[in-house]
Nanobody
Framework: QVQLVESGGGLVQAGGSLRLSCAASGRTFGNYAVGWFRQAPGKEREFVAAISWSGHSTYYGDSVKGRFTISRDNAENTVYLQMTSLKPEDTAVYYC???????????????????WGQGTRVAVSS
């Protein structure tokens, strides 16, 4: 399995932008689809976005569609989440997760992912 480490979280004003990074260790990163999830206090973990192993397929949660963009650089073993037009309701701990698959189907359920990072905190002030 790959090990995943998130970075890039912080405090930002509403309307601002942040870019999260998910760095992976392991030589098989290219065999993994990667997803971003978030969890706010007292709430369930929510799907944000995911990208296939090749980067050709992406999928977004309804609450972030049009504002967030997921991308990956397999040469750098890194997946990014560009977040724009941030809202206070985007405040949460953001996790990246890996799912070993060589299909173009993009997983989106928590149970589909076997490797998880420790999370990075994003706070959006109004």
């Amino acid at each position: 399995q790959v090990q995943l480490v998130e970075s890039g979280g912080g405090l930002v004003q509403a309307g601002g932008s942040l870019r999260l990074s998910c760095a992976a260790s392991g030589r098989t990163f290219g065999n993994y689809a990667v997803g971003w999830f978030r969890q706010a206090p007292g709430k369930e973990r929510e799907f944000v976005a995911a990208i296939s192993w090749s980067g050709h397929s992406t999928y977004y949660g309804d609450s972030v569609k049009g504002r967030f963009t997921i991308s990956r650089d397999n040469a750098e073993n890194t997946v990014y989440l560009q977040m724009t037009s941030l809202k206070p309701e985007d405040t949460a701990v953001y996790y990246c997760a890996g799912a070993r698959t060589l299909t173009q189907v993009v997983p989106r359920r928590v149970a589909d992912f076997s490797s998880w990072g420790q999370g990075t905190r994003v706070a959006v002030s109004s």
